[in-house]
């Protein structure tokens, strides 16, 4: 089992910065691809990114690439998430999700452990 914990969230002006946290209980976190996930309101739920055990490869959604960063720090067991340049169509609640693989993916049935997310909100 992998319990994740999301933090970081919060309230912020278009154009400012966020650095969301995702801290993962278990022995093995090292074993698993992580990605972030967004739902705004009244939306689906969406992928925002992913990156694989070893940091070593990442794969952005459009919608945020040259803003967000994603990385990892496998000695504290905790995936960050860079955001900058915030627009307030990036207010959302931020999920983290462990996938139980090497494999890169966006798709969200493929996640096999979910945060309870962490909120966004971003003021125009």
């Known amino acids: 089992q992998v319990q994740l914990v999301e933090s970081g969230g919060g309230l912020v002006q278009a154009g400012g910065s966020l650095i969301l946290s995702c801290a993962a209980s278990g022995r093995t976190f090292s074993s698993y691809s992580m990605g972030w996930f967004r739902q705004a309101p009244g939306k689906e739920r969406e992928f925002v990114v992913v990156i694989t055990w070893n940091g070593g490869r990442t794969y952005y959604a459009d919608s945020v690439k040259g803003r967000f960063t994603i990385s990892r720090d496998n000695t504290k067991n905790t995936v960050y998430l860079q955001m900058n340049s915030l627009k307030p169509e990036d207010t959302a609640v931020y999920y983290c999700?462990?996938?139980?693989?090497?494999?890169?993916?966006?798709?969200?049935?493929?996640?096999?452990?979910w945060g309870q997310g962490t909120q966004v909100t971003v003021s125009s």
């Open positions: 999700a462990a996938r139980r693989s090497m494999v890169l993916t966006t798709t969200q049935e493929m996640y096999n452990y």
